[in-house]
């Protein structure tokens, strides 16, 4: 970590009050935020507006700035943490704002965690700017999500399609807006490779598969949540191992950490006794709590990671494997497009209104540590809060014949395959590290701060030239 990158003392700092989850829990959102706030803390000084659901800490104020301090290789950084409820109320965002003082406020996760807030806009942004490190899972363009994007004056994109969507749904408007494409990026000195015959990973691997060796584990790490497919995968997994000599099969594994049942995904333990019972299958649940380290550590007992959501953002256990050199087998849906390293004539691909995503397979030259599947499938559906977006669906076969295109190809290749995705994910271009991250963050702020004018107090708008909601990019591409 760079702590001289555009360094500041603390009282030339601006300070931003976070809205996200609690940066000490181990969530996706979470691990972004601590990311964020460590990569950014010798320039900006940090309030954070920590959530959860009925957290125990409420009420309370934690100063981090020593924890910082350690991790970041400052002796000045300034962390203020408010664990609240939920993401607060509008009266505990008045009260913060007036005794805290930031210069603007940042948001991260689903737009409608912070209802609350974008219904204040018009009183916060007179003060000070909202900015939202913003994501969303695919097509069509959300055009119900069109207020929460113009109540922000910089919206950070997690991924292209993020971007593309922030445009399209804001049309004109978007040229008041500052829009970043800013990706996720994740501490690349913890998630590596090890070698193989490494004492501390030998050893884990003994606590995870006893006595047993296996030339070829497939690993699952991701909720058990009905979106992520888990009995898909289950099936390809299946679908593989039948094609395989039973001594061959015997040497196969299949991990999958997760919630082994839960009320939002299913039973996955009666899912492998209808489809993997039997000595050939050879599946392991893991639901140990590991910290990021051990998580480390359990990628590099695999030898490649799955991930077959039919939505997806990102997809946060696909940039772990792929920092920690392993190859991924995944759905061409969201953001993990963007892992895939889609490319034309080896430029890696952008999203407009004429080509708003590759599930339908236009691209199919991509990095050499991916492994896609192209949904065969298309749903459309929704909830009343978000009325409509694709449900991107591929079939258990399709996914069965990439494992046995990974799996023929031998660990010595997979491993060769999974360093080149670790060099790319680390390099400038696609920048999936935390102090990519950090310095994104920084110059899209330094860029608003600059740039920025408070909001008027109302705004006059004719009604007689607004234009219906209709879908502004194509439906077939």
Request: charged share 25%.
């Amino acid at each position: 970590m760079n702590s001289e990158f555009k360094y500041l003392p603390p009282d030339k700092r601006k300070k931003i009050m976070l809205v996200t989850d609690d940066i000490r829990v181990h969530s996706g959102v979470a691990t972004v935020g601590r990311e964020i706030v460590i990569h950014t803390a010798q320039h900006f000084n940090w309030v954070v507006i920590g959530g959860s659901i009925k957290h125990p800490d409420t009420g309370k104020r934690f100063d981090l700035s020593q924890d910082t301090n350690g991790i970041s290789n400052l002796t000045d950084s300034s962390v203020i943490l408010y664990p609240v409820d939920g993401y607060g109320t509008q009266e505990l965002i008045r009260q913060l704002i007036e005794i805290e003082k930031p210069d603007a406020i940042m948001l991260i996760t689903d737009p409608r965690y912070f209802t609350h807030i974008f219904q204040m806009e018009n009183e916060i942004r007179r003060k000070i700017p909202i900015t939202y490190l913003n994501i969303w899972d695919d097509y069509p363009a959300p055009l119900y999500n069109k207020a929460y994007y113009e109540a922000c004056d910089l919206l950070m994109g997690i991924s292209k399609q993020t971007v593309n969507i922030n445009k399209l749904v804001l049309g004109d408007k978007a040229n008041n807006k500052i829009i970043k494409y800013v990706p996720h990026g994740l501490n690349h000195e913890i998630m590596k490779p090890f070698d193989y015959n490494d004492p501390e990973l030998v050893k884990f691997r003994k606590n995870l598969f006893g006595n047993k060796e296996y030339d070829f584990v497939l690993f699952f790490n991701s909720r058990n949540i009905r979106r992520k497919q888990i009995p898909d995968a289950m099936l390809a997994y299946r679908l593989f191992i039948e094609q395989l000599p039973i001594e061959k099969a015997k040497k196969c594994a299949l991990v999958l950490h997760t919630e082994i049942v839960s009320e939002h995904g299913t039973d996955l333990e009666a899912i492998r006794e209808l489809f993997l019972e039997g000595e050939q299958y050879n599946v392991y649940f893991s639901t140990n709590r590991y910290n990021t380290h051990e998580m480390n550590l359990l990628y590099n007992c695999s030898d490649a990671q799955i991930l077959l959501t039919s939505n997806e953002g990102w997809g946060l256990s696909l940039t772990e494997a792929i920092l920690a050199g392993r190859p991924i087998i995944a759905n061409v849906t969201g953001g993990m497009q963007d892992q895939m390293r889609f490319s034309k004539n080896n430029k890696w691909v952008d999203f407009d209104a004429d080509f708003p995503s590759n599930h339908n397979g236009t691209i199919k030259e991509c990095g050499e540590w991916a492994f896609p599947v192209f949904p065969t499938n298309r749903s459309l559906v929704g909830s009343p809060v978000t009325p409509y977006i694709w449900d991107d669906r591929c079939t258990s076969e399709d996914a069965a014949e990439q494992i046995m295109n990974v799996y023929n190809l031998g660990r010595e290749e997979l491993r060769r395959r999974g360093l080149k995705g670790r060099e790319w994910a680390i390099s400038e271009e696609a920048g999936f590290t935390g102090e990519h991250q950090g310095k994104n963050v920084i110059e899209a702020f330094d860029e608003l701060f600059e740039t920025w004018k408070p909001r008027e107090k109302y705004e006059l708008i004719n009604c007689n030239e607004t234009k219906p909601n209709s879908v502004n990019h194509k439906l077939i591409y």
